[in-house]
Structure formats: structure tokens, C-alpha cells
């Protein structure tokens, strides 16, 4: 069975662009999560979707979307990029009611 | 969420028990024990999970005081490939949410 996976694994980019990262979850896993990990703050939530709805939302400003789509591949939009924006970007599955989740080998953003 | 306190990090020899400590005193009677790991630059993985009885499964041993106040995971022979960053997560089992908050777990370093 396939694991999640993310694309791109790395990415480059300029203070003031936009970014979008994708991430596809185990098949029959209908819930996806996105977390942010920076080694100042360690792993923080972003959010989470559900059948095409966000559900639950961490601490992070507007400048930071997401999306799930009729499949449940998920992406998460980041405009306006900050130097602090940095970071591994991981993605989770869940599927219903499960205790565990699994999650994907993540992006590596790097700002500039 | 309850909150948790592990020690920031443990060295452990190679095929000896790595006994992993985490403080959870102010869990709720329906919080769940989690215990994720990440090995370095890779994303977390779900290791095992508990309520109230100690639990077993390939990876490790959960061991829950019967106050449930603080639990040790157990990993029985460890390996290098053992060697990552533990975390100890007590929250609700939820089938509407999948926020999960990783404080900033324990460095196990098993030594050859």
C-alpha cells in the first residue's frame, strides 16, 4: 500500500512569492493535516480537512490555505512568502475514526 | 490537551531496553497516550497509543501508571536505526479532529 506522498520534496523560492505544495494520502484516508516544522518552533498544526472541508485550523496567519479535493489530495497555498516561511511542510492521513496517523516524507521550503 | 514533559534527550546501548519517560499529570479520563517518532528529516511515525491497560505491538511497549499520571514507552532491543526524536501526545480520541500538538519530545541516541 502506498504511503502519503508530497510534491515537490524541495523548493527554492523568493521573499514575495507564492507557493503551493501538494500532498496525495493512503488510499481510502479521508482526512488529511498539514503541519509546519521549524527547528525554532518544532511541529505546529496548520490545519486540517475532511471531505473537502477544513475542520480544523492551527494559529497561522491568512497568508497560509489550504484545499482538498473530491479525491482527498490535498494543497496547501502560502502567498507572500516570509524568510520565516522556511520550514518542512509535512502532510498526514487519517482515515475515519483511526487513532493513527501517517505521515508524509514532507517539503522543504527554503525562502530567500 | 493535556500537557507533557519528557526529558530532552537519553542515549541508550545497542540491543539493550530503551525505557522512554513522559509526564502527563494532568490527563483527563478519556485522553489518550500517543507516541510518535521522527527520524531525522523524515516525517513522524506513529508508533503506539493507550488509554488505560498497557499496550504492545511490533514497535514497542506502552507502559501507563495505573493514575495514569506518566507513561514509558519501551523500545525491548534497541537498534541504530532506533535512534530519532520521541514524542509523548495525550489528547482525545476524536473522530471530527486530527490536531495533534508535539511539544518537544526526547533525543534518543543509541550508542554501537
Known amino acids: 500500500k502506498a504511503g502519503v506522498t508530497q510534491t515537490p520534496r524541495y523548493l527554492i523560492k523568493t521573499r514575495g512569492q507564492q507557493v503551493t505544495l501538494s500532498c496525495s494520502p493512503i488510499s481510502g484516508h479521508r482526512s488529511v493535516s498539514w503541519y509546519q516544522q521549524t527547528p525554532g518552533q518544532g511541529l505546529q498544526f496548520l490545519f486540517e480537512y475532511f471531505s473537502e472541508t477544513q475542520r480544523n485550523k492551527g494559529n497561522f496567519p491568512g497568508r497560509f490555505s489550504g484545499r482538498q479535493f473530491s479525491n482527498s489530495r490535498s494543497e496547501m497555498n502560502v502567498s507572500t512568502l516570509e524568510l520565516g516561511d522556511s520550514a518542512l511542510y509535512l502532510c498526514a492521513s487519517r482515515k475515519d475514526r483511526a487513532y493513527e496517523q501517517y505521515f508524509g516524507p514532507g517539503t522543504r521550503l527554503t525562502v530567500t | 490537551d493535556a500537557k507533557t514533559t519528557q526529558p530532552p534527550s537519553m542515549d541508550c546501548a545497542e540491543g539493550r531496553a530503551a525505557n522512554l519517560p513522559c509526564n502527563h499529570s494532568t490527563i483527563s479520563g478519556n485522553e489518550y497516550v500517543y507516541w510518535y517518532r521522527q527520524i531525522h528529516s523524515q516525517g513522524p511515525q506513529y508508533i503506539i497509543h493507550?488509554?488505560?491497560n498497557n499496550e504492545t505491538n511490533e514497535m514497542a511497549s506502552l507502559i501507563i501508571t495505573e493514575d495514569r499520571k506518566s507513561s514509558t514507552l519501551i523500545l525491548p532491543h534497541a537498534t541504530l536505526r532506533d535512534t530519532a526524536v520521541y514524542y509523548c501526545?495525550?489528547?482525545?480520541?476524536?473522530?471530527?479532529?486530527?490536531?495533534?500538538?508535539f511539544g518537544t519530545g526526547t533525543s534518543l541516541t543509541v550508542i554501537p
Open positions: 493507550g488509554l488505560k
Open positions: 501526545i495525550v489528547r482525545l480520541h476524536s473522530n471530527t479532529g486530527n490536531q495533534f500538538y
